[in-house]
């Protein structure tokens, strides 16, 4: 046994080497492990074979077949996974029931080189004016004096985080700024740090090598924020390091080989960098993609981890981390796909997602694997490149809800029929439960896109407001049920970046419109005519009263899918709607790259003499981006403290303009010219215009 355990377990290690063997003689089943942890692998993989599976934490995700009695056939197999750390842990105090089992059932570990933000308790008494995030990172003095901090530590053999602080980092250093001055990193729109850090990093390592050199500590360390981009000049890592790669502003929809995901691609080279530096020390800080929308409607990222997986064995990293709120109506079997595939990244997911329905669902498989793979196709096949609540419109369109609404019913017919047996087995029981989960899952989708519809569409706020609280009304049902559902209960919900916020948000436009504060004068159309203007030669050219042929827009494109938008000619107004930013729409490069740069929105609207009486005001309520707007030819307003960055605005993403004495009678000319720097641009909530109280 020990042989054949030797024989498949990762040679060299980092951190630790696990493997199985399992093998039978007559009547007897002999299984062993690497370690304690490769121990209950073993016992796992054998209740595989028996059918048993683990979707879930606790008992509801459990799929345990029941037989008369148990056959063993005939076993003799020893297998090592590739990936040293395997693992994923709840943030956002995240419910954790039943983790730790689930863990061990789908062959993951807590094996961890710790790399969080920890770096600022060591510089604090040198960082300019207390601020952490201006400390001269690449300077011998500063990893001397770190390095004296942590020597103690290092000497005894343990691992240290030197994590950087969460925000963007700069420098006044004469080393640093030359360092700098080597990239520019286009996600965090700041030079990059990669050179100046890998610098102290290896300064650190050196130091403390020489002094404890049978020392087997290691350091772990976060290359996130604008540190993510690999450094560029030619360097080597030094031993003891261990670099945790955290994509956390880069496509966490598509996988690093699909051509709709330039983003993805560029990761990909990346990550094989990254990898080369560290010479394969490199854990990947794996974002579970249901962290990123917060509204616990279906969040699957399936598409890209079975992809990439494939590259990080590849580029012999060291492991995956995988951070998630659990949130499992978010997330669903998003953790159990990365489990099988951690340990095995030859595993055919299409397999493992077949064998789910009728293990999970029991007769209500077929309805409800149309339901699901209707969701996963939806995510695997958008053009999306964005995260957070805004996409939700893009994937979750009327004709999805509504198919999935009709295969959920179907599966309800049948469940009705399990539900009226008096002797029900536990697995009809659980099917039973599952399907009162899906049923309220569904019930938070529908009236969560039937809110959104209402605010961003129709501009009907009370009836957002009544769909957003029948919702959320679901939603404590649905945690009622179990906490491993949902995040929200222990870290609380505060502000207008979360779910109630959104609805507060939707009870205030509407006392704008209501005769609270404002009384409505006309909504602004749905549709505009829009312009990309990547040369900036909008305003030399007057797009803004120009005349707007549309003619090329509706004989050639009117009727084709967002895909083919990256091929309109830039020079030809197209039409794009209100309700959804532009990239969602498809306004791409040729190169299939998110749009960024200038852009134009031109509208026409008549109005009466009556209705641009009084304090008339034009509000856009959902607009990212610096905005010009123009009102019959002339600028009425400039939105310059717009942070390029969208996640450090308010998340009202709001902008109110007088317009009193700027509208006349008749027809009216509205044009809005925007810069768009970074992933979201444009319109996602129907602007409309009211006359203020």
Not at 355 to 378: L, Q, R, T, V
Not at 460 to 489: H, N
Request: charged share 25%; proline share 5%; net charge neutral.
């Amino acid at each position: 046994m020990q042989k054949k355990l030797d024989s498949v377990k990762k040679k060299n290690p980092v951190l630790r080497a696990d493997a199985i063997v399992i093998k039978t003689e007559g009547n007897r089943i002999y299984l062993a492990g690497s370690n304690d942890d490769s121990h209950c692998f073993a016992v796992a993989e054998l209740l595989r074979r028996w059918g048993c599976r683990f979707f879930m934490p606790t008992e509801f995700g459990e799929c345990i077949p029941e037989y008369s009695k148990l056959v063993v056939d005939e076993i003799d197999f020893a297998y090592g996974p590739p990936f040293e750390i395997r693992k994923y842990w709840i943030s956002w105090i995240g419910d954790t029931t039943g983790k730790e089992q689930f863990m061990r059932l789908n062959m993951m570990n807590n094996e961890v080189v710790p790399s969080g933000h920890a770096l600022a308790a060591y510089t604090k008494d040198i960082a300019p004016d207390g601020n952490p995030f201006k400390v001269p990172i690449s300077e011998k003095s500063t990893a001397e004096h770190v390095a004296a901090k942590i020597e103690n530590h290092y000497a005894a053999g343990k691992r240290i985080s030197l994590g950087m602080e969460d925000g963007l980092y700069s420098s006044d250093s004469p080393k640093d700024k030359e360092l700098m001055a080597l990239q520019w990193d286009k996600y965090f729109m700041s030079p990059s740090m990669s050179d100046a850090f890998m610098e102290f990093y290896n300064n650190v390592a050196d130091i403390l090598m020489n002094k404890y050199p049978e020392s087997k500590a290691k350091i772990g360390f976060l290359a996130y924020s604008n540190m993510t981009i690999p450094p560029v000049r030619d360097i080597v890592a030094k031993q003891p390091l261990v670099a945790y790669l955290a994509p956390i502003d880069i496509d966490p929809i598509h996988g690093m080989d699909d051509i709709e995901s330039p983003p993805r691609q560029e990761y990909k080279n990346m990550m094989y960098k990254w990898a080369k530096i560290m010479q394969g020390r490199v854990v990947i800080y794996d974002y579970d993609q249901g962290m990123l929308v917060w509204r616990d409607i279906p969040n699957p990222s399936i598409a890209s981890v079975r992809q990439d997986i494939k590259h990080y064995r590849d580029a012999g990293i060291l492991g995956i981390d995988t951070e998630s709120r659990g949130a499992f109506a978010t997330t669903f079997i998003n953790l159990y796909i990365r489990g099988r595939l951690m340990w095995n990244p030859d595993e055919n997911v299409d397999k493992l997602i077949e064998e789910f329905y009728p293990a999970f669902y029991g007769p209500m498989a077929k309805p409800m694997s149309e339901y699901w793979n209707a969701i996963f196709n939806a995510w695997a096949d958008t053009i999306v490149t964005e995260h957070e609540y805004f996409v939700a419109p893009a994937i979750y369109t009327p004709e999805l809800v509504q198919f999935l609404e009709k295969k959920l019913i179907e599966a309800e017919k049948i469940a009705e029929k399990i539900s009226v047996k008096k002797d029900k087995s536990n697995n009809e029981k659980l099917y039973l439960e599952r399907m009162k989960f899906t049923r309220m899952s569904f019930d938070i989708l529908k009236n969560y896109m039937a809110m959104v519809k209402e605010a961003a569409t129709n501009a009907d706020y009370a009836t957002a407001v009544s769909f957003g609280e029948k919702a959320l009304a679901v939603r404590e049902q649905l945690t009622a049920m179990s906490g491993i559902f949902t995040t929200y209960k222990r870290i609380g919900e505060h502000g207008y970046a979360w779910w109630p916020g959104e609805v507060q948000q939707y009870k205030e436009l509407a006392g704008l419109i209501d005769g609270t504060k404002g009384t409505l004068v006309k909504k602004l159309p749905l549709e505009w005519a829009f312009m990309r203007d990547p040369e900036n030669t909008g305003l030399q050219e007057k797009y803004y009263e120009c005349s707007v042929d549309l003619s090329y827009w509706e004989s050639n494109f009117r009727n084709l899918t967002v895909r083919n938008r990256k091929d309109y000619p830039e020079k030809t107004w197209e039409i794009v709607r209100a309700d959804l930013y532009i990239q969602a729409q498809g306004i791409r490069t040729r190169d299939r790259q998110s749009y960024t740069g200038y852009g134009w929105y031109r509208t026409e609207i008549e109005l009466s003499n009556q209705d641009i009486q009084g304090n008339v005001h034009i509000m856009f309520p959902g607009l990212f981006n610096e905005c010009w707007p123009y009102v019959n030819g002339q600028q009425v307003a400039h939105r310059e403290n717009y942070k390029p960055l969208w996640w450090f605005n308010d998340y009202k993403f709001e902008w109110d303009i007088d317009l009193t004495g700027k509208l006349k009678p008749g027809r009216n000319t509205i044009a809005l010219r925007f810069y768009n720097p970074h992933h979201f641009g444009g319109m996602f909530r129907r602007p409309f215009i009211y006359r203020v109280k």
